[in-house]
């Protein structure tokens, strides 16, 4: 079974970096066809779909956090990390990993992390 796992700083100054790093165990992050994909939630706020890396290394991100955001992995860890600039108190959320598939206009996430809270605050 799939399992991921979320780590990182749990507090974040603003205009500095948020980095996290997701580490997957149960399956390849290189395997066709899945992809890995970060997903945030501020507090009394729904889902917010961030980006994406896929199995080949393509990424995309959301159009209002491209600007901002970086996904990126480490195959020989089997890891994939993202990085969010610029940070304001506006990100702070829940961030989750998750494992993505099927149709990209319409994609699947079958496995999840249990999420890490990320605090954007002086």
């Known amino acids: 079974q799939v399992q991921l796992q979320e780590s990182g700083p749990g507090l974040v100054k603003p205009s500095q970096t948020l980095s996290l790093t997701c580490t997957v165990s149960?399956?390849?992050?290189?395997?066709?066809?899945?992809?890995w994909t970060w997903i945030r939630q501020p507090p009394g706020k729904g889902l917010e779909w961030m980006g994406v890396?896929?199995?080949?290394?393509?990424?995309y991100y959301s159009p209002s956090l491209k600007s901002r955001t970086s996904i990126s992995r480490d195959t020989s860890k089997n890891q994939f990390f993202l990085q969010l600039s610029s940070v304001t108190p506006e990100d702070t959320a829940v961030y989750y990993c998750?494992?993505?598939?099927?149709?990209?206009?319409?994609?699947?996430?079958?496995?999840w992390g249990q999420g890490t809270q990320v605090t954007v605050s002086s």
């Open positions: 998750a494992r993505e598939w099927g149709d990209s206009g319409s994609p699947s996430h079958d496995y």
């Open positions: 149960g399956g390849s992050i290189t395997t066709t066809y899945y992809a």
């Open positions: 890396i896929a199995y080949d290394g393509s990424t």
